[in-house]
């Protein structure tokens, strides 16, 4: 992003009357764009080692979803759709090859590259509830597409604290944990007392009533009383992976 | 409350002569009130059985404090009044002598009768932190004075569950548990899935930020995936000793 | 759950010789995770005594919902499924024979032992309005299927105290009272003014506007002036009529 | 507010020479005025038969009360000061001869006109708790300002139906109802299920963690099950008082 | 409400013998229910003499809705069902006869009586937007059923207060205002600085975005800074109806 | 809106016997309603001038929108109906002629006049995501109807700044800039420190979870920590355009 | 903001020798930031011809606050603190020679320059009551500060609308009308209605009860059904008159 | 956590005699709890590591503290306490020897060993205004106790994006970023977009009217547009610190 280095050669080559004045110009007025594409170019050089670009279905018509998933395919070697709904897939599937659908996910993804290539060391998925599951795959399948081995337990709420106990020492072995809980969404905080591993944790939509769409296990999570403990936005599986995959770096 | 004998009565007398049409009218005009002072006589009842009236002092001027106890004091044998401050405690203690202040937790309590006599069985009273110990003072404080013992365990919150495993025994074994806890207040949740007594949760106002002064621990508890729990008001520790209570009934 | 009389006779044994170091061993290493199996064992002595696991519906794909139907169906004896639709129970009782539908209740129930056994005492289980019924049912479902006699007494909201008022002798001769109420919520206080009863209460979302899906008597319910009132999630039969199981005890 | 006569009037005397045409221009001109001022002097004629106009202390400067109090002492024969404090009361009044504050209901007022002349029939201001009480006199002395008799109710919330039961004969001869509830806010709905007299509810502040500063009193009160409430904002025993001034009429 | 004159007559029959002592009693052990009867029957009177009880549709199946209607067609003579589809109208037709449909006011009405009978003066309903229609309906069939005269003004919001304006002269001789508002909803507020009539203000549920479903009209209309606004609930034309009705009194 | 004149002129021909009493009178009992409906002939005239009066869809039925569409094309020569579904639409286009739907923008519009007469000046229409042009287009075909060109510039969220810079240069050179955001709100604050334009910033109610339908991208917009935002409701891109048009003023 | 020439100098000047590689590197290198620091010198700029940066005062410790004035009046020609209580002013004076303070507008300013340059036209600055005034000296000291000169209409709430007919002349003829209402906030509603200028409604946090510090008016300015109505948050009068400078231009 | 070493070698010891059966029973019959306290013990590990325990000041009496302080300077070498006043601090000194106060943090620490020994890498903590500087500086000394070096950049809003470009290169170099902001909160959104680090949000109280006490700031960095934001507690810079330290793990 910085361009001292630019800057410096420009000059010299200008000095040295390797460059026309006016080619000289035309690179240096554009530094600062080339700056803020430097931005861009590393988003992009992230994108390429793992780092998916995410389309957000709803709320786009079929026609603007198929256009910007053309684009993207174009574009991009990797990226995938969240939110979708198997009927808008059979569709744009049509168009695009090679998209394929993970429907306990509720989305799509898109790799032209080689094989997925497991990393050693793994991030574990854990869920309190089954209801919680689609937030769980969504996460889930983003960290795949970033080559991100995933290891899921799913059903652990506290309401049987056995069910988490058994899964203890594989959850403590994670290099992170994200963790989805809806109703009370108590579990983050329990696990935050017992392991030592980074809990990235998602409120879920799950439950009735009083849990108002996510906002009681939202609070919960806010307020852990045991640190170690970050939250994302209710039912943002695919966040909370960009967030875990941004933790462990581009050299995990 | 029903008033078929007196009813039945006033005829046969009426009948036999015994007492004039207009007594029987002025007793029977007065039925419907009769009926309903029931409520009152047996409400006066259940005090004078151990449920202690309360005064809740905030917005109450000392006059009116002064007042209401000082006919307290004339009409029952037991009240409390909650939330007070110490220095309005000195100044009602010269008008009514035998006021006694509990500072953990925040009231007065007034006691005619003979020295308390403990009950067999226990009620636990349980706090996540120790912010949250005034409130469980209140509630303990409370069920003293109905003459119900109390078993404390402060400072068990999630964060550390070994904390709260070593309490277990002693929790199963009480005959309901009352449990305050505020920032997420999962404690509820999670002592319900370890112990099948029931659990009266009140959520506290500690904490800060997205606690919203009780807000979250209030929803937690109410969402909580652990079957067997029930909530009270926020800080309302005298209501979760007054539930309980009534759920051990008069004969316990 | 505590483990004192396992690990003295296995040490007892060990040093008679009875059992081999590694037996010991592999006895001794898995105590902790017994210990909490032995949550798990008693909450499914529980279950075999009158306490249905139950499966909310909602949320959960028809596929997901016959798997841990058929597994509960494996496992339990009695187990019970909420708000679920009464297309869902047609294709789920086609896999599972012996499921139940209870309509009014929007729940299934199964239930592998012999025909239900009243237990002396009632609860009563009483609503405001006509449309607080569905709730109610799903209380009672759940209470009849712990083998709890229910009594029913629905529409006595406070607009017409004298339809309540009707029934305050039967009402105050419940074990316990389960209170159902939507728009205002004032039910609950109403009554825990004229009985002393403890009252648990459930908030409908029945109403409109300002009732807000339930929040307003919700609100009402936990704020409410006469002592003895707990409150569960907006619209929780299940979880009132689990509360009041816990509180009846096992040996009702 | 119309102006017809006072247009036939001036066409007339015009017409008729006997006012001029620079006259006849400046009374017409500000005909939209006078109309829109018709608001004002006719609100000025209420005030004269009753209605006393009110300045909301809170917010503003001492140097601004005493400007606004002795403006409004110059221009109207009666006015009151709504949640005043008695420092503030203290310090006008050195300025404002004849001003009287009611400590109770937190106001000053100030009447220029003959003694108080009670109208027959009465408005009945009710009460749950005592901590309601200011709200009510407030609302009390601005009835009585307006010569509107007042009978006052205090403490007779649904807790202890028996102290409402006792005074409904009264309750039900009142031209109207002023209720004041603070924490769960029942009374005007019970109320309204007993008596057929129009309510003004009033939710009041007091109460505390989930009675959100009058929330819930006034949730429940819009929500009301039993017709006949009609609600004001919380803590507003003025606006109260002035809703049933209209109610009544001028004519009273 | 009050029993007074049963009392006496039953105990001078008994005295004169005209009736047997079973018979007294059994009249007499109702008392207290009759008493509470008595606000039955008392509703029952004011409904004769123009106050429908009313049933509202939603969250009732049909059959408990056709249940329901058939017994209030047996025992009332005037009632009314609000909220109401077309659709669920044309069915209960086949059972209820003499059932009428307002669709503009979502509501079905019953009346076995004779023709309506107008009163002499008005009540005006005004609304701010043409979507505020159905509310307007609503209180406006309610207000006839009851006899009370209506005058309608529709779509006179503070966008163009000369809409407004036009009607004053009208507005202000109207016995009361029902003023039904949506979006920011501030017609009750200036209509309450230029009319001196009672307004009751309904919120509606019209708008979009920040009303939140009418809680910014709500809001809006509890503030009103003019006095003499009460406020019902959201939407609740019926509710407005019936407190301007008790507000007129039986004697109308 | 001033009768200055017109009442002078009125007294000088009445006075000069040009005119009678009778009309004197007719014309200046009126002066109110004149004065008054000064501003809605004002509204009119601006409305001509390229203010397009609007008609809110929702709501409102079929014959209700019919019948206020045909009113409008009589009266108006250029209106606009906003969030109109296409086969409402199409019923309406039988009955109008002339009616043209823009879909992108969920909007019909009717415009008698000759062709559209670009102004010197563009107005900024920028959208932070694909999923807020709906609401850009709203706001654009508004201004296009009154006359003001429109660049658009969309999907320029604060993720990726460059493709903001991009744009900085054109950004700064129109006239004001009406900014869409939904999710969390933040491109009209980041706008805001980098151009000096008015910038009307419109929440959209894109998002899921924490964002509440709008609410989060409100409060951001209200918090700005630049200056130089004003906000509009939630998805209201024609209050953004009319808004702007006002800044603009009618000679723009 | 744009480089175009600076590089095209230092280009040229660097080919023609006139400056060395040093110097030019030194130039260049620091192109981004000085595109960027172009933000902050047209920022200068802006404030230096009338658009003064704002220290906001609360939260800050008198150290911080002191540092920070003192390195403002350093850089700035004219800069305000805003939300500073007086004892703060009095200390700050001490260190910050020409400080001023405004007493009713809560602020103090900085002005090293000329003497105030009306300009031609005025803003209007409108509140509905006397307890609004805060914020409107707020409002009008900043615009002040910015060289526009300023009207002022203090206490023209709705609830007298003649109060605000007889401003409307003149607010018609202002460039722009900041509306400051607390309570129900109607009056920006009320007057888009009647006047066509465009108004910055700007809700203030007075009131009590439902007016929830400021949301109830903040709702009702967002939902005003009169177009050409935008807001700014609770009490920020400064981002009012910075809304409006914007809008006027720098060539006003 | 797990204790099959000592199993293992408690049952060795027995069977080779080397301790007696009681020994091995007492042992034996804690190793549950050991088990439990091994999360403590290893608890106690990771602050002798660098994670420091945490007192959480408010709610808590002098008395309380001191007890609390105390028994951890016994038993601890390291911790801290939060939300602590200066008059506190200096009482609690008194007792607690070596007690340290941070003032712009508002906390006190305690840290036996030997001087700080910082590590390679760095945090960076960055603030979008100076009134977010005490949760920055609870953020920072909490993570010098952990022996994590800091690098701090206060007051680098969005307002100005210049401000924050200039510190891209050392942010893009930083393990991690904690990223404060309060009012509109959008610095989070933005940074991610600009830097590929991962970033603890932390929103701040700071602000006015529409913050609504950091509830924008948390709603607006729940909802980022660019992903690799986690949010903890409105002003919890000891929560963000922790979290961060939990994802360096111990090996940093």
Do not use: W
């Amino acid at each position: 992003m910085f361009t001292e280095k630019v800057v410096k050669r420009v000059v010299r080559e200008l000095r040295g009357g390797k460059i026309s004045s006016n080619r000289a110009f035309r690179r240096l007025k554009n530094l600062p764009y080339e700056t803020l594409s430097a931005a861009r170019l590393d988003h992009h050089r992230s994108i390429r080692k793992g780092f998916p670009e995410a389309v957000y279905a709803p709320g786009k018509s079929f026609e603007q979803l198929e256009k910007i998933v053309l684009a993207m395919a174009h574009a991009h070697k990797c990226f995938l759709i969240t939110r979708l709904e198997e009927f808008q897939f059979l569709r744009l599937k049509e168009s695009v090859a090679g998209l394929k659908f993970v429907p306990e996910g509720r989305l799509a993804y898109y790799r032209k590259s080689a094989p997925f290539r497991k990393r050693r060391g793994t991030v574990a998925v854990i869920t309190a509830g089954t209801a919680d599951i689609p937030v769980a795959e969504e996460a889930s399948a983003t960290l795949e597409l970033m080559d991100i081995q995933v290891k899921k337990f799913f059903d652990c709420g506290v309401a049987g604290l056995h069910r988490l106990f058994d899964q203890l020492r594989e959850l403590q072995s994670a290099k992170a944990i994200i963790c989805i809980a809806g109703m009370e969404g108590a579990l983050p905080s329990v696990l935050a007392g017992l392991v030592d591993r980074p809990i990235v944790a998602v409120p879920a939509s799950t439950g009735y009533g009083a849990s108002f769409e996510g906002i009681a296990p939202l609070l919960t999570m806010l307020n852990s009383c045991a640190p170690g403990v970050a939250v994302v936005n209710i039912d943002n599986g695919y966040g909370a992976a960009c967030f875990v995959r941004q933790m462990l770096g581009k050299s995990q």
